[in-house]
């Protein structure tokens, strides 16, 4: 058979093929090749077993989903876990998955539901006191030490089957059915199967966590994303002390929510309201600043958009992009030189949304706009001012959905005005001023005059 012949697994993306080379020929990488025994072996020929087939209309006795409580888990999630799905959490290591995996497990035992914890990367011991320093000793979640994906599904088929099982991490785990060795991909995919299988059977939530390489893959597991019902990838810079969980793939549940945490001392601390965290440490006052008043999912969520514009120094002017689509910023970039009249062809463009935040909206097109041209023209923004509208091609500013929740957010963080699309003049909230602009020349030609008094300039600080 040929699949049988093709035992060398890419461990990067798991393709398999009959000769070892250097390089993947299926993903690209680099020395990935590695030899793994036959997945299944094939268990001689049997007689099919008969199943019974169900009518699509029927009774499912329990809710589906069950909430954990923590809020900003469950908001990812979709309302909660699924019955009986399989969701792998992917991020680097130290980013927070085991202290977030045992906050959530925690949580769903104080509700009464059985949870258990199964490390295949401590002992015991050090989950306990890990649950202790976050002061969770007295919950009541089971643990073990355990990495055989067998004995694992044996010891809990026994009894009450538990409504939520976390394995960290499935690189850990090993099945009998499968030769390889731990952490190949040919046993992950085995170990997550036999893990899956036990879920659909038993009912049982199950939450796989995985490591992610270097280069932002969830490493070997990448397999498992087809797998499993929901992905989840729980992000940070290291140097801050927030993370973001987003949803990546969610088979029952939206895909543009994220959840805020922040790590402290004694664990992770939800955020219920992200825009304070992500304008806390807004630099008043300086050019280069714009604070973008954006939607992630259902809720809005203020953030700073910083942009640096400096001439260059390079035949070919440099153009980078953190937490934001670069084939967006150099739309913005053309709009701005064809209809503005804003020469950026010699000048570096550095743009960057401040606290690690992804934007995925076109609405931000006006606020990085307005960054950009802050920057460039060394006149600071006015302090108490949000932007947000689209930016057509023909540098029309187009109206974007939710105007009246963007507003309100910015008024309950302080802010005193708003500069967007002519369409959203009506929903001002009282008190609440608003500039409509119909093009982006309006803005630039703003931000070049009034740059002078009414807003401020580099280096008066009096705002602060
Ligand atoms: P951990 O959950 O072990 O990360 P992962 O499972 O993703 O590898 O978290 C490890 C980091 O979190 C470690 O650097 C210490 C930090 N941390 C805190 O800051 N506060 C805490 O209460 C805990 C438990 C961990
Ligand atoms: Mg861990």
């Known amino acids: 058979m040929v699949a049988r ?56 006795l329990e809710a589906p989903r069950l909430p954990s409580g923590v809020a900003e888990f469950d908001r990812v999630t979709g309302g909660g876990l699924v019955r009986g799905s399989v969701l792998l959490l992917g991020g680097d290591p130290g980013i927070g998955k085991s202290t977030l995996l045992i906050e959530v497990a925690a949580a769903y ?56 099982l976390v394995i960290d ?21 085995g170990a997550a199967g036999e893990l899956i299988r ?32 929901a992905v989840l990838s729980f992000e940070g810079e290291g140097s801050q002390q927030f993370r973001i969980l987003r949803a990546i793939k969610n088979r029952f ?18 955020v219920a309201n992200p825009s304070e965290l992500f304008l806390s440490e807004r630099d008043l006052g300086s050019p280069g600043t714009a604070v973008f008043a954006g939607i992630e999912g259902t809720r809005p969520l203020l953030v700073e958009i910083q942009a640096l514009v400096a001439p260059t120094s390079l035949g070919t002017p440099r153009r980078a992009v953190v937490g934001w689509d670069p084939s967006r910023l150099s739309m913005v970039l053309a709009v701005l030189e064809a209809h503005c009249g804003v020469r950026l062809s010699g000048h570096d463009v550095y743009l960057n949304v401040a606290g690690g935040l992804r934007i995925a909206e076109p ?23 949000v932007y947000f509208g689209e930016v057509s091609l023909s540098g029309a500013v187009r109206p974007v959905a939710q105007t009246a929740a963007r507003l309100k957010e910015a008024q309950k963080l302080g802010f005193g005005r708003a500069i967007v699309p002519e369409a959203a003049r009506t929903e001002a909230p009282p008190g609440f001023a608003l500039a409509t602009i119909a093009a982006l020349s309006e803005l630039v030609a703003d931000i070049a005059h009034a740059g002078k008094p009414p807003l401020r300039r580099v280096g008066n600080r009096e705002g602060e």
Request: charged share 20%.
């Open 198 to 229: 036990f879920a659909k059977r038993s009912g049982t939530s199950v939450i796989l966590v995985g490591h992610v390489t270097k280069d932002g893959q969830i490493a070997g597991p990448r397999v498992v994303e087809h797998m499993v019902d």
């Open 5 to 60: 012949a093709q035992n060398f697994v890419c461990q990067s993306c798991g393709a398999a093929s009959a000769r070892w080379a250097g390089r993947c020929d299926a993903c690209g990488a680099w020395n990935t090749l590695v030899e793994e025994g036959a997945a299944t072996p094939a268990r001689g020929s049997r007689k099919g077993r008969l199943f019974v087939i169900e009518p699509l209309k029927g009774q499912t």
């Open 169 to 189: 991490s499935i690189q850990t785990m090993w099945t009998q059915t499968v030769e390889s060795a731990p952490g190949t991909v040919t046993q992950v995919r």
């Open 363 to 385: 609405a931000a097109d006006v606020a990085a706009a307005a960054a950009l041209v802050s920057s460039l023209a060394h006149a600071s923004l006015p302090a108490d001012a």
């Open 109 to 164: 035992s104080r509700r009464g539901q059985r949870a258990v914890y199964i490390s295949g990367e401590e002992a015991v011991a050090q989950v306990r006191l890990r649950a202790e320093r976050l002061g969770l000793a007295e919950a009541p979640v089971e643990l073990a030490a355990e990495t055989a994906v067998e004995d694992i599904v044996a010891t809990l088929s026994h009894g009450k089957p538990p409504q939520l």
């Open 253 to 270: 549940g939206p895909t543009d929510e994220i959840g805020v945490f922040e790590m402290t001392g004694s664990g992770l601390r939800e």
